[in-house]
């Protein structure tokens, strides 16, 4: 196992202390020497992440007049959101390294996850927040005895402050979007995805995205999966933004946006004006001939609540944003009456009630 550049495609050994190519700076992701048998897979703490259930909506696919709709219940991950599949193993490798401090910045669901996966490894953490985050996510990552600091102003404030509190005391910055580890330990939900489907995946996979990690580790598994063979074909993957924070959209579509600096949203979890990912986020969506769409705040909310009404699924505002796309997409002739779609519920309700 080792990590390698996405630009320049030279190799390092996998560490948790190397975020960024030595080379070139660029993000990394893991990869694995297939002439070595057994090669060594990260360790990973658990707390019984994973094997998520999908079930079909009927009634929502009758109300938005496609046949067949499918969710993926991420909600129902330890800490309530698809981040445990990522902290379980990028906390399993900074724990094996013996490192006992680390930094994080999130708008809540990330840091609630880091802070009970390092809880359990007995590792010391610090989270950075944008003041504005739900209540019940910061009260969330308190209970499990991090140390919480509240930034003002929008979210990639909490990540400028992250950055300055590791230059200061030299703890490790456990970063979810950048971590080569969290990216791998995201790509659960595909594999999954495939073992539970089979040969029956869906035409399409509409994903909420601010800073794409849930994205491009579905993108690299349906691509590993594809060029072994294990599948024949793969869905077409769309990004879902706020029209507030959509970068991706803007680029995608060949739109003009400007970042409004005092711009919120109520789907904090894709507050992202600048993911560091970008480029992958870009290649994740045009090489299966997916798309990427933004909504409103209006539709994110009501799409929450048709969403609990018909089908008796409370998620996060993040969650239902893609719900919301999924309507945007097919008002654009992207996705057809008859075409089967299946929707990751990224995050429970119950931690952001806005
Ligand atoms: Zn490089």
């Given amino acids: 196992m080792y990590f390698e550049c996405i630009d320049c495609a030279s ?5 948790p202390t190397i975020l960024r190519c030595p080379d070139c700076n660029s993000p990394l992701i893991i990869n694995y020497d297939a002439s070595q048998s057994n090669y060594e897979l990260p360790k990973t703490i658990t707390l019984g992440e994973g094997n998520t259930s999908i079930i079909e909506l009927t009634r929502f696919s009758q109300a938005i007049g496609i046949t067949k709709v499918y969710a993926k219940l991420e909600n129902t991950n330890p800490t309530g959101s698809f981040k445990d599949r990522g902290s379980s193993v990028m906390i399993g490798a900074i724990s094996s390294a013996g490192i006992k401090d680390i930094v994080e910045d999130s708008s809540g669901n990330a840091g609630a996850s880091v802070a009970a996966y390092a809880a359990r490894a007995n590792i010391s953490t610090h989270i950075f927040v944008p003041e504005s985050a739900p209540k019940a996510k910061i009260d969330q990552i308190t209970v499990y005895g991090a140390t ?3 930034v003002p102003g929008h979210r990639d404030n909490a990540t400028k402050k992250a950055h300055d509190f590791v230059s200061q005391t030299g703890f490790l910055y456990a970063s979810h979007n950048i971590n080569p580890y ?13 073992d539970q489907l089979k ?18 580790a579905t993108y690299l598994t349906l691509k590993h999966l594809k060029n072994l063979g294990s599948i024949t074909r793969v869905p077409k993957l769309h990004a879902i933004q706020s029209e507030r924070f959509m970068p991706i959209v803007a ?6 946006w400007q970042f409004d600096q005092n711009a919120t949203t109520v789907a904090g979890g894709i507050a992202s004006s600048n993911p560091p990912r ?18 409103t705040e209006e539709s994110i909310l009501g799409y ?4 609990a009404e018909s089908e008796g699924i409370y998620m996060e505002p993040t969650s239902s944003a893609a719900f919301a796309g999924l309507h945007a997409l097919a008002d654009k002739n992207i996705i057809g009456p008859s075409d089967t779609v299946l929707i990751p519920v990224t995050g429970n309700g119950l931690k952001d009630s806005n």
């Fill in 304 to 307: 929450r609540s048709l969403l």
């Fill in 199 to 216: 040969n029956n995946l869906p035409d399409h996979i509409v994903i909420p995205v601010g800073n794409g990690s849930l994205l491009i």
């Fill in 278 to 295: 970008f480029k992958q986020i870009l290649t994740s969506i045009n090489e299966f001939n997916g798309s990427a769409a933004s909504v």
């Fill in 182 to 194: 969290f990216l791998e330990g995201t790509k659960s939900f595909a594999f999954e995805l495939v």
């Fill in 148 to 150: 919480v600091h509240k």
């Fill in 251 to 256: 680029e995608v579509n060949d739109t003009q």
């Fill in 11 to 15: 190799s390092t050994i996998a560490n």
